[in-house]
């Protein structure tokens, strides 16, 4: 019976810690880069549209219009407060909120590299491709394979 219980315990030890590790690798740095071709369609809107923004090596484009405070970032497993619009490219807004607060580690990748981008007090915008935001799945409003415009103030890190 003893060997039972020490077996039982060994094995919830187990369970917990492969627990944390999953926990754990879902904050972990997005390495997901989008595809040349969803990164030069995006390219070419803004380039027509004249809008200038920062590539990133994983394939979204940014401004950072206020960098925050700095020494406040948040890591890829904060939690944040923020105040935010979605959009489509055309214009049409899919999605907002004042406020709001999530687990970076929940949101979508170009959520994850972008936030981390700016301090608390922050704000940023940027135009992701399809793969780092919903790729090929229809979302609400969103289209399947939509770029897509985020205009986001960071209020707060937990």
Known sequence: MKHL???GIGAICIIASCSKADDTSRCAAVTLTA?????????AHLDSNHIAAIPDSRGFFY???NAGDTSLRPT???SITATYTGRLLDGTQFDAANGAKFLLQN????????IPLIGKGGSIAFYTPPSLAYGSTVKGSIPANSNLYFAIELLDVQ
């Not at 595809?35 to 390219?43: G, H, M, T, V, Y």
């Not at 949101?107 to 972008?114: C, D, G, Q, R, S």
């Open 5 to 7: 219980w020490v077996l």
């Open 76 to 78: 890829a497993c904060a």
């Open 35 to 43: 595809p040349d071709s969803e990164i030069q369609s995006l390219k």
């Open 63 to 65: 401004t950072i219009l």
């Open 107 to 114: 949101l979508i990748p170009a959520w994850k590299e972008a």
